[in-house]
């Protein structure tokens, strides 16, 4: 990796011209996006739109992308996904994939990545697996329960918990709100917002428009591959005609 000199305060991730295939078949069409410091970011679009496939490609898991992916000042893009994690970028699938046969605990230790500095030297927020009991009290509970053994939800709380053992500056999360029950979506919003007061930016795969107004700062509309809106969360909640034409089903 290139080392230009990146200061916190300038955004941390941009994204340019990324292409993406799934075979023969083009889903995203010169993406182009960013993500500041301690900003939560909205990706919306329908079922099919190019969301997950954005994500990823920013994280190195499409066999055929194209384009410039920078990440605190340095370009990712063609890096192996581990590289890319251990830069300092966590990522949530929507499919969870936790370790079925290792318990609670066992799964969190396995995200455990070193504490992180920013480069100006100030230290960013490592994350405990006592910290993360607090922010998920379920899993306070049940830290000796096999992975296999918890609901859709849990599962879910423990990937994104699993995922801040890294102690990433960026989280990468798809489609959270997605299949699970009323209450873990709230706490999953009540967790967005916990990780921006501590400076974590999020990247946030979406189709939920009111999971995305309680949590976000902007938003970039996804329809057939290709960006078609964006703009302040505000300004698309106050706009019936973008949310018609590319959210609802």
């Given at each position: 990796m290139s080392n230009t000199q990146f200061n916190p305060d300038e955004t941390l991730l941009t994204v340019s011209k990324l292409n993406a295939w799934y075979g023969a078949a083009h889903i995203l069409f010169d993406v182009d996006l960013n993500v500041r410091r301690g900003e939560v970011v909205a990706l919306m679009g329908r079922n099919g739109a190019g969301k997950s496939t954005t994500l990823k490609s920013i994280m190195g898991l499409?066999?055929?992308?194209?384009?410039?992916?920078?990440?605190?000042?340095?370009?990712?893009?063609?890096?192996?996904?581990?590289?890319?994690?251990?830069?300092?970028?966590?990522?949530?699938?929507?499919?969870?994939?936790?370790f079925s046969d290792l318990t609670v605990?066992?799964?969190?230790e396995v995200g455990r990545q070193a504490a992180r500095q920013?480069?100006?030297?100030?230290?960013?927020y490592t994350w405990t697996p006592e910290a993360l009991y607090k922010l998920f009290p379920n899993?306070?509970?049940?830290?000796?329960?096999?992975?296999?053994?918890?609901?859709?939800g849990e599962q879910q709380m423990l990937?994104?918990?699993?995922?801040?053992m890294g102690?990433?500056?960026?989280?990468?999360?798809?489609?959270?709100?997605?299949?699970?029950?009323?209450?873990?979506?709230?706490?999953?919003?009540?967790?967005?917002?916990a990780l921006k007061e501590h400076g974590v930016s999020v990247l946030l795969s979406e189709q939920n428009v009111h999971f995305?107004?309680?949590?976000?700062?902007?938003?970039?509309?996804?329809?057939?591959g290709q960006?078609?809106?964006?703009?302040?969360?505000?300004?698309?909640a106050e706009n019936e005609e973008i949310r018609r034409s590319y959210l609802t089903v």
């Open positions: 499409m066999e055929k992308s194209k384009g410039e992916i920078h990440f605190m000042g340095k370009k990712i893009s063609g890096r192996q996904p581990y590289e890319i994690s251990r830069a300092g970028v966590g990522f949530v699938p929507e499919d969870r994939r936790v605990t066992e799964n969190l920013w480069p100006d030297g100030t230290t960013a899993l306070g509970a049940m830290q000796d329960r096999p992975g296999g053994q918890m609901s859709g990937t994104v918990a699993r995922t801040l102690n990433p500056y960026l989280v990468l999360l798809d489609e959270p709100s997605e299949g699970v029950a009323p209450v873990i979506v709230e706490q999953m919003a009540n967790t967005i917002i995305a107004e309680l949590v976000s700062d902007r938003v970039y509309v996804l329809e057939k960006i078609r809106y964006t703009a302040t969360m505000e300004e698309l």
